[in-house]
């Protein structure tokens, strides 16, 4: 397995994410609407085993869901510790 150079700080990882969906383009039996959503990553491995991440997801509805008729968007975030174990070290 080929790995990234890893320096003394660590590495770093970034993402990010947007997305539409649209309901009812062309479908008479589904009612109009969607959402928009976007979200963006962090995680840092400060070392080969362990890493910490944040992470926040955003999405705007076209349309209240019908649960919660009076929510237009949401908002999410995520804080997470991440630790690595190779499987060969397992199996020996």
Do not use: K, N
Request: hydrophobic letters at 45%; charged letters at 20%.
């Amino acid at each position: 397995m080929h790995h990234l150079p890893f320096t003394p700080l660590g590495a770093l990882e970034l993402a990010g994410r947007f997305e539409r969906l649209s309901l009812g383009e062309g479908a008479r039996d589904v009612e109009p609407g969607g959402a928009t959503s976007a979200s963006a990553a962090i995680r840092w491995w400060a070392t080969r085993f362990c890493a910490v991440s944040a992470a926040g997801y955003f999405t705007a509805y076209d349309t209240a869901p019908i649960e919660e008729p009076e929510t237009t968007q949401s908002w999410l975030g995520i804080l997470r510790a991440t630790f690595h174990v190779p499987v060969e070290r397992l199996v020996r």
